[in-house]
T-cell receptor, first 117, second 114 residues
Framework: NAGVMQNPRHLVRRRGQEARLRCSPM?????VYWYRQLPEEGLKFMVY????????ESGMPKERFSAEFPKEGPSILRIQQVVRGDSAAYFC???????????????FGPGTRLTVL | GESVGLHLPTLSVQEGDNSIINCAYS??????FIWYKQESGKGPQFIID?????DKRQGQRVTVLLNKTVKHLSLQIAATQPGDSAVYFC?????????????FGTGTRLKVLA
């Protein structure tokens, strides 16, 4: 059973370009979470999605950032018109459908390291 | 201690000794806590969890202690090994606005000295 998969592992963009980060949850998992990690810091929650629904996007910047989790295919975190401050590691986690309460273990992917030049 | 700057607090431990990593959490309403290990260039890896109705839980070589009175969590690693070198994060699962999400602490870097 493959774990959470993310691609690309490393992404380099110039200021003003778009970045698309993909996350395939573990098999059978229908809940996806995105987190951002700056160097030497902890992970910061961005958004929580279920299939075709955004459940909580309270950690998402109001502009330029969007996320989706379609019925088919991976979850996508999209950053438009990237700026240097967007450089960070972006982690995706997934949990099973039974994890709707507080005791849901989240399984993390290896992350995408975004560098904005 | 807790990090307030750009650099993670570091704990250096001799191989074979026990390690204790501490974490202060923020929300008194949090009811689930997790410790993660993160090695360089990798995603967080689950170590052990504890629910708020417990004050201690043991795993293989690891023990988590929860003190809800002072909102404090600790991770004890017995007989620390070189492979334990990593950054350790505590996370609390808090309900905000009806949804659940993890709130991560700032992390502690564990260095195991040979």
């Amino acid at each position: 059973n493959a774990g959470v998969m993310q691609n690309p592992r490393h992404l380099v963009r110039r200021r003003g370009q778009e970045a698309r980060l993909r996350c395939s949850p573990m098999k059978g998992h229908s809940h996806v979470y995105w987190y951002r990690q700056l160097p030497e810091e902890g992970l910061k929650f961005m958004v929580y999605l279920q299939k075709e629904n955004i459940i909580d996007e309270s950690g998402m910047p109001k502009e330029r950032f969007s996320a989706e989790f379609p019925k088919e295919g991976p979850s996508i975190l999209r950053i438009q018109q990237v700026v240097r401050g967007d450089s960070a590691a972006y982690f995706c986690a997934s949990s099973p459908p039974s994890g709707t309460g507080p005791y849901n273990e989240q399984f993390f992917g290896p992350g995408t390291r975004l560098t904005v030049l | 201690g807790e990090s307030v700057g750009l650099h993670l607090p570091t704990l250096s431990v001799q191989e074979g000794d026990n390690s204790i990593i501490n974490c202060a959490y923020s929300n008194s309403a949090s009811d689930y806590f997790i410790w993660y290990k993160q090695e360089s260039g990798k995603g967080p890896q689950f170590i052990i969890d504890i629910r708020s109705n417990m004050d201690k839980r043991q795993g293989q070589r690891v023990t988590v202690l929860l003190n809800k009175t002072v909102k404090h969590l600790s991770l004890q690693i017995a007989a620390t090994q070189p492979g334990d070198s990593a950054v350790y994060f505590c996370a609390e699962n808090s309900i905000f606005s009806g949804t659940y999400k993890y709130i991560f602490g700032t992390g502690t870097r564990l260095k195991v000295l040979a």
